[in-house]
């Protein structure tokens, strides 16, 4: 069989896909078809957004009314959750007291089905081993759906940037958030064994890198081939075999920007012009600084949710004077962590980085009890590159980044189980 000659001994997809689908068939009917339909995940995020985040929100919805029914809440007092209700109840006062507060109370109140989505996955759907490697399955091989369809959109229509599937300009985050736990797995086993398995491994990451440059999107790629570095150190790297992975990629991209000079161009000139901070006349710079001075304005509860998108303009963007550049304007400050000083103050940012940190925390514990399984050993990756704070984000509340993000944070929370024990 194709998975048993793709196996390992600390990752043996044969006999997970023996055993998983064996354990699925002994769940209740409900349980069974429930972890159908989360396999199908990977599949129904191919096809547009509304679709995905139907998904996303049944599921979550059908976790809570479980544990209501079954009055299992254990999993709650986890920090990175607690801290995520937190957040998400401040975000709903700052929403009252706002600006704007229907708009933004309706933004604000959504947005808890994506932690919810996450603590389903972690403890209820995934909270078995070889389940979770039968998910891994599904999300590579719906990688190599995207991977697919973006080389047959570059071969009809080149361009700058990529849309298909779904006509916007976000396929990049399918292949760098989706499938980044893939994505790592794949890079620590290609440096970690001289074999078929090593070698198959390395050339669907090759692959899947190249596709990511050609989709235009700059900082999904450097998640992407970041995490993956940074995942081939962490697990039983081989000095020669990473060394080697490098290189390849190193020449991969010189290869891309060769053929395709426009890419090259907008990967290293006009991204060097307009890194925020180091470029304060740049647009990038000006929605961070835009975020900065409504934050300023209102440092204790912020305006609310989603809120900069309609008070931002009405700033005097001459100040604060020590404040280099001029605002940019748009629908959301484009980082996180200044998105959460505008929209829900000191406070609020306080509690999204003890959820960023608890996250990541979490995940670490994961890679300390079961080091083995290169899933827990790179699970850390995934939070730590989604969050990493010196970077372009799309909106915290935001539907498509939110997707992609929740979905890859809640397969990485998933190696973590021992919260049963406390």
């Known amino acids: 069989m194709f998975l048993k000659s793709l196996s390992i001994h600390e990752f043996d997809l044969h006999s997970s896909w023996v055993n998983g689908w064996n354990k699925i068939n002994n769940l209740s009917s409900f349980d069974k078809y429930m972890s159908l339909f989360w396999f199908l995940g990977p599949f129904i995020y191919l096809i547009e957004r509304d679709p995905a985040d139907l998904w996303l929100t049944t599921i979550s919805i059908i976790f809570l009314i479980r544990c209501f029914k079954k009055k299992e809440w254990r999993w709650a007092s986890q920090l990175w959750f607690k801290s995520a209700v937190a957040l998400w109840l401040y975000g709903l006062i700052s929403a009252i007291t706002g600006p704007d507060p229907l708009f933004t109370f309706q933004q604000g109140f959504v947005w808890i089905r994506f932690p919810l989505y996450a603590a389903a996955a972690q403890v209820w759907l995934a909270k078995d081993r070889d389940i979770r490697i039968l998910m891994f399955l599904s999300i590579l091989i719906g990688m190599l759906i995207m991977c697919a369809i973006l080389i047959a959109e570059t071969i009809i229509e080149p361009k700058s940037r990529l849309s298909w599937p779904y006509g916007d300009l976000v396929p990049g985050g399918y292949i760098a958030k989706v499938s980044l736990p893939v994505f790592c797995v794949l890079m620590a086993i290609a440096v970690s064994h001289k074999s078929k398995v090593g070698l198959f491994s390395g050339i669907v990451g090759f692959f899947s890198i190249v596709v990511s440059i050609l989709t235009g999107e700059r900082t999904h790629f450097l998640i992407?081939?970041?995490?993956?570095?940074?995942?081939?150190?962490?697990?039983?790297?081989?000095?020669?075999?990473?060394?080697?992975?490098?290189?390849?990629?190193?020449?991969?991209?010189?290869?891309?920007?060769?053929?395709?000079?426009?890419?090259?161009?907008?990967?290293?000139?006009?991204?060097?012009?307009?890194?925020?901070?180091?470029?304060?006349?740049?647009?990038?710079?000006?929605?961070?600084?835009?975020?900065?001075?409504?934050?300023?304005?209102?440092?204790?509860?912020?305006?609310?949710?989603?809120?900069?998108?309609?008070?931002?303009?009405?700033?005097?963007?001459?100040?604060?004077?020590?404040?280099?550049?001029?605002?940019?304007?748009?629908?959301?400050?484009?980082?996180?962590?200044?998105?959460?000083?505008?929209?829900?103050?000191?406070?609020?940012?306080?509690?999204?980085?003890?959820?960023?940190?608890?996250?990541?925390?979490?995940?670490?514990?994961?890679?300390?009890?079961?080091?083995?399984?290169?899933?827990?050993?790179?699970?850390?990756?995934?939070?730590?590159?989604?969050?990493?704070?010196?970077?372009?984000?799309?909106?915290?509340?935001?539907?498509?980044?939110?997707?992609?993000?929740?979905?890859?944070?809640?397969?990485?929370?998933?190696?973590?189980?021992?919260?049963?024990?406390?």
């Open 224 to 422: 992407r081939a970041c995490g993956g570095m940074l995942a081939s150190l962490v697990w039983k790297p081989k000095f020669q075999l990473y060394i080697i992975l490098i290189i390849v990629e190193i020449l991969a991209v010189v290869a891309v920007f060769f053929v395709r000079p426009d890419l090259g161009y907008n990967f290293t000139n006009k991204f060097m012009r307009q890194i925020p901070i180091v470029n304060t006349d740049t647009g990038y710079w000006g929605s961070w600084r835009g975020g900065i001075q409504q934050g300023l304005e209102t440092p204790i509860k912020g305006i609310g949710p989603s809120g900069t998108r309609y008070t931002c303009i009405n700033l005097d963007s001459n100040l604060p004077k020590w404040l280099p550049g001029e605002n940019n304007c748009g629908n959301h400050p484009h980082n996180f962590y200044v998105q959460l000083f505008a929209e829900a103050g000191i406070v609020g940012l306080f509690f999204g980085c003890v959820m960023f940190i608890s996250i990541i925390l979490t995940c670490l514990k994961a890679r300390k009890e079961y080091f083995d399984c290169p899933m827990a050993a790179t699970a850390f990756v995934i939070p730590l590159g989604l969050f990493f704070p010196m970077q372009q984000f799309g909106s915290f509340y935001g539907q498509w980044g939110n997707l992609f993000i929740w979905f890859a944070l809640g397969f990485a929370l998933s190696q973590f189980q021992s919260y049963k024990k406390g």
